[in-house]
């Protein structure tokens, strides 16, 4: 299974409320990363996570908040968000962080906010 | 973290080949280059990467510049299903990637 799945597929929220993403893989693999990408633009990487453990936070507001609870699964809780979060959120998995690594991609999940 | 340089768009005509050119001058030794594509809705896609030799897949092949301050992509026959947008990414400590701004290659049957 070399699947990445992503759910849900769309949200639309209102700036007051709370909801998370999820991301999802059995690959085996020890690196997971969050990804924001706005319409036209190419995705910005969020987060790093290398064994569970955040490894790298690219100054993201701390309105979002990534969980990795095991190997396999990645959440992204979402609190108190702004219309121009709006974007699509892509996950990745990776076998680990070294750079020979091929990063898999899942679909996204297209955020609204209203 | 190296920056990279391609053209905003590129036109090909169905069947024939297609080279996508990457600069990214600022690349650091250990820095795998990494090519993905992306179409309309949809998450990236591997293409292909290498570090310093010429690499092929059943994708597409990736030249590497001596220097390693420049690449190549190429698509030996291109199809409407290539159109995408293309991403050359050098991967560095962490297996950070930071994209460009891509190529967007239109497939003209």
């Known amino acids: 299974d070399t699947e990445v799945t992503q759910t849900p597929k769309h949200l639309v929220m209102g700036m007051t409320n709370k909801k998370s993403l999820k991301c999802e893989q059995h690959?085996?693999?020890?690196?997971m990363y969050w990804y924001k990408q706005k319409a036209k633009k190419p995705p910005e990487l969020m987060f790093v996570?290398?064994?569970?453990?955040?490894?790298i936070n690219e100054s993201v507001p701390s309105r979002f908040s990534p969980e990795c609870p095991n190997s396999s699964l990645l959440n992204l809780h979402l609190h108190a968000l702004q219309p121009e979060d709006s974007a699509l959120y892509l996950c990745?998995?990776?076998?680990?962080?070294?750079?020979?690594?091929?990063?898999?991609f899942g679909p996204g999940t297209r955020l609204t906010v209203l | 973290d190296a920056k990279t340089t391609q053209p905003n768009s590129m036109e090909s005509n169905e069947e024939e080949p297609v080279h996508l050119p990457c600069n990214h001058s600022?690349?650091?030794?250990?820095?795998?280059i990494h090519w993905y594509r992306q179409l309309p809705s949809q998450g990236p896609e591997y293409v292909i990467h290498?570090?310093?030799s010429n690499v092929n897949n059943r994708m597409a092949s990736l030249a590497i510049a001596e220097d390693r301050k420049s690449s190549t992509l190429i698509l030996h026959r291109a199809t409407l299903r290539d159109a995408a947008v293309y991403y050359c990414?050098?991967?560095?400590?962490?297996?950070?990637?930071?994209f460009g701004t891509g190529t967007s290659l239109t497939v003209i049957p």
């Open positions: 290498g570090l310093t």
């Open positions: 990414i050098p991967s560095n400590t962490g297996n950070q990637f930071y």
């Open positions: 990745a998995s990776s076998q680990d962080t070294g750079t020979y690594n091929e990063q898999f």
């Open positions: 996570y290398s064994y569970e453990k955040l490894s």
């Open positions: 600022t690349i650091s030794g250990t820095d795998y």
């Open positions: 690959m085996g693999h020890r690196a």
